[in-house]
């Protein structure tokens, strides 16, 4: 059977479950078993899906609820045995009423319900929504599956007490998504491509420009992804992508999707972010880039979010639109207004990743090739990821050869 | 959503506040100090916030490269590094603050009369990958 499919089931299924009385722990685990049967026996085809009855869908949705029946039924029957055995008396759960809305919809405010730590609530909706084994999940973020399982399981307690038939937060459950997106492991499961799954199975139940919004940042993120490394592994720059290497079907798709949520007239920080995506997709060379339309966005997602990160970016656009001494302006009035000369993130102690890294590549451009040398390297020492630091430290290395000749 | 390891020292940290070697413990506080450290990965197995823990031998050797078709060549142990590594623990959390409580309570095992050590890990963030998003 196509392993996507069973997959996309998964909300559906529990949510079959939980009508029939089941609690969603319980649905949720006993689905999950379904799947790891689905995958085990795979390569048999237990549904008939492909053995031409017509309704792939319908037939293997049916074969899940009634796997997944059966183990909740097993779990019941073992955990009342032994709970008689412990001599407990506990009332089930009464089955509860229909839920009034979608249930799909449902699982994903559940999956992202403010209660849970990002990181739980992320897990909690791959396995859940996304239909993904504990097992797939631990490796995508390099964790003991033993430690994936207590943090899922412990998720489940978290919203044990929440009820599935009131709407959520879209904003909270879009957070979700985007951390999904944005954290580029890479292991057996693809989480950028899980990530926009997800998205366009809530932009399709779920009418809301913000939506739209992160599912556009996130295809026009994803056109570039061919391009942004190099065959050695190593990063590949925007203004040095190939940008023949981009995906047009993947930008065309993006962009029309931003175009109509911003025709709504209710802007938000996806979707000016992904107006800054869609402008550098336009450019048909780094040269030609609208650099003073993305600053413009820029103003906009400040205005928005004033996050010290999106300050930062607008001081790289600033010093593209009006030269690196503009940026460089852009950037101390931003040192100007943290508390401490030091950038600071408002999450923490930390200085704002890549601010001495802007600083170098606006004084390289200015023509101070020996500031330039010497940030890129503190920068390279800085960095919170490999590729970024190898390639600090290559620009570094760049300048300094080029001013030792 | 950030790996960080901590780093406990034999030699090279800065001096803990219960600096009593451990060979001067009594067996009960030494059992005491085991117990809480098993107790502490255990805790953070529940909380899905474990990834690996080890323990290093004090006595090691350095090792290196000697050129094409040669054995490398092994050195040591040299008594007089400063620096000296007794073991590692990784983690894996939602925030740096979250690490440094994590760290604090660590920190806080047992030692001579029962009392906190008050030691000095050291915690150190994991380079990850890029992020996808990068304007």
């Given at each position: ?405 | ?7 406990k020292h034999?030699?090279?940290a800065p001096a803990a506040i219960n600096d ?66 007794a ?16 760290a604090?309570?660590l920190s806080a095992a047992?030692g001579?009369?029962?009392?906190p050590i008050h030691e000095w890990l ?14």
């Amino acid at each position: 059977m196509d392993e996507a499919l069973p997959r996309s089931l998964t909300p559906s299924v529990i949510a079959v479950l939980v009508r029939r009385g089941a609690d969603f722990a319980a649905a949720e685990d006993a689905v999950q078993d379904a799947l790891v049967e689905a995958l085990r026996v795979g390569a048999a085809d237990p549904s008939p899906s492909s053995s031409g009855s017509g309704h792939p869908v319908r037939d293997t949705k049916g074969w899940l609820v009634t796997v997944a029946w059966r183990k909740f039924l097993d779990a019941t029957r073992a955990d009342a045995a032994r709970r008689r055995r412990e001599k407990r008396v506990e009332e089930e759960p009464a089955p509860g009423p229909p839920p009034a809305v979608d249930d799909t919809l449902q699982l994903y405010f559940l999956c992202a319900h403010p209660s849970l730590t990002p990181a739980s609530a992320v897990a909690l909706t791959l396995r859940a929504v996304g239909g993904l084994t504990t097992r797939q999940i631990a490796q995508a973020y390099l964790v003991p599956e033993s430690t994936m399982a207590q943090r899922i399981s412990r998720a489940k307690r978290t919203v044990s007490g929440v009820r599935l038939d009131r709407p959520g937060d879209v904003a909270t459950v879009l957070r979700v998504l985007y951390l999904v997106f944005n954290e580029g492991y890479s292991g057996d499961v693809d989480l950028a491509a899980e990530a926009i799954r997800l998205t366009r199975q809530l932009a399709a139940r779920i009418d809301h420009p913000e939506v739209a919004g992160l599912l556009a940042l996130m295809l026009l993120h994803h056109a570039r992804r061919a391009a942004r490394t190099a065959s050695d592994g190593s990063l590949v720059p925007l203004a040095e992508q190939d940008r023949g290497r981009w995906d047009t079907a993947l930008i065309a798709e993006g962009v029309g999707i931003l175009q109509a949520a911003l025709a709504r007239d209710r802007l938000g920080e996806f979707q000016a972010q992904a107006a800054i995506a869609a402008l550098h997709a336009d450019a048909p060379t780094a040269e030609e880039t609208d650099w003073v339309q993305i600053v413009e966005w820029y103003d906009e997602l400040t205005r928005l979010t004033d996050s010290p990160v999106v300050r930062l970016n607008r001081a790289v656009a600033v010093g593209e639109a009006d030269g690196p001494r503009a940026g460089l302006a852009a950037l101390s009035e931003l040192d100007a207004s943290s508390p401490s000369s030091r950038l600071r993130s408002s999450s923490g102690g930390h200085p704002v990743p890549r601010h001495t890294a802007v600083a170098a590549y606006l004084h390289e451009r200015d023509g101070d090739l020996a500031t330039a040398a010497r940030l890129y390297a503190e920068a390279a020492h800085k960095a919170p990821n490999l590729a970024e630091r190898d390639h600090l430290m290559r620009q570094a290395a760049r300048l300094n050869a080029r001013r030792d000749r | 959503m950030a790996k960080y390891l901590l780093l406990k020292h034999y030699r090279g940290a800065p001096a803990a506040i219960n600096d009593v070697p451990m060979d001067r413990w009594s067996p009960e506080e030494i059992s005491a100090h085991i117990q809480y450290m098993n107790d502490f990965a255990a805790r953070l197995e529940k909380t899905g916030e474990f990834v690996d823990g080890q323990a290093l031998a004090p006595e090691g050797a350095w090792v290196r490269y000697d050129g094409e078709g040669r054995p490398p060549v092994t050195d040591g142990p040299f008594a007089e590094t400063k620096d000296l590594i007794a073991g590692w623990m990784v983690i894996d959390v939602d925030s740096y603050e979250r690490a440094v409580e994590l760290a604090g309570e660590l920190s806080a095992a047992p030692g001579a009369g029962g009392k906190p050590i008050h030691e000095w890990l050291e915690l150190r963030p994991f380079l990850t990958e890029p992020p996808t998003i990068t304007e």
